[in-house]
Every structure is written in structure tokens, then in C-alpha cells.
């Protein structure tokens, strides 16, 4: 990985404790924004009684997670962050469609498996 990669920041996600994030299914939600990631836990969210923390999360921490078999979903704005710098590492990722779905979000979900 490229040190400079590394560093840049993809998006926000969001904990309660250092071992329970904020998921969408079993993915860690990246969004692109604070707010975005705000409206998602008072909209969707819901059963999240805490104020959970928000944090900045660089390409350099995500990777370093999925290698470890976390898996991530990421909005638009992550993935588009996410997606150029996945692929000069080798992740064989493509473009995607982010239509609006009936529940009025789309977002991408990405696990390395083994043998990736």
C-alpha cells in the first residue's frame, strides 16, 4: 500500500464502543459525509439508543480491516473516494449504480474473501 494512499480519508463511521459500530446488515457504514451518516442512524438506524461517536476513517484503515475480513458498505461519495485507490491496490472493483432503491438508499457492500 502506498503510504500516501493510505492517508486519505474516505468517509465517516460511527461507534458506540471500540468493538460496536454502527452496521448496515453485517457492514461497517462508511458515508461521505457527517451529515449524511447523522441521517442515516436517526433515520434507519434504528435501536441505537446511544449518541454513538463519529470518526474520520482513511483508505489505510479500511483496507488493513478487510484484509482482516471486515466487511464494509459503503454511500456514493465513500465508494467514489474508495473505489480509484481500491484499484491501484489490486482490488478488482468496478463502477456501480446508485439509483435510488425503494427504501431511498443505495449502498455498495465490499468483503475480500479468500483467494482475493
Known amino acids: 500500500m502506498s503510504i500516501d494512499n493510505d492517508s486519505k480519508v474516505i468517509g465517516y463511521f460511527a461507534y458506540l464502543s471500540p468493538s460496536e459500530v454502527v452496521c448496515d446488515g453485517d457492514a ?17 438506524a ?37 473505489y480509484p485507490l481500491a484499484k491501484r491496490e489490486g482490488l478488482e472493483l468496478g463502477v456501480e449504480d446508485f439509483s435510488p432503491t425503494a427504501t431511498g438508499r443505495h449502498f455498495v457492500r465490499l468483503q475480500i474473501t479468500s483467494g482475493t
Open 28 to 44: 461497517c457504514l462508511i458515508t461521505g459525509s457527517k451529515v449524511d451518516l447523522q441521517t442515516y442512524i436517526t433515520e434507519i
Open 46 to 82: 434504528f435501536g441505537i439508543e446511544d449518541n454513538p461517536s463519529i470518526k474520520k476513517t482513511r483508505f489505510g484503515e479500511i483496507m488493513r480491516s478487510m484484509r482482516l475480513g471486515a466487511a464494509y458498505s459503503f454511500d456514493e461519495t465513500a465508494y467514489n473516494r474508495f
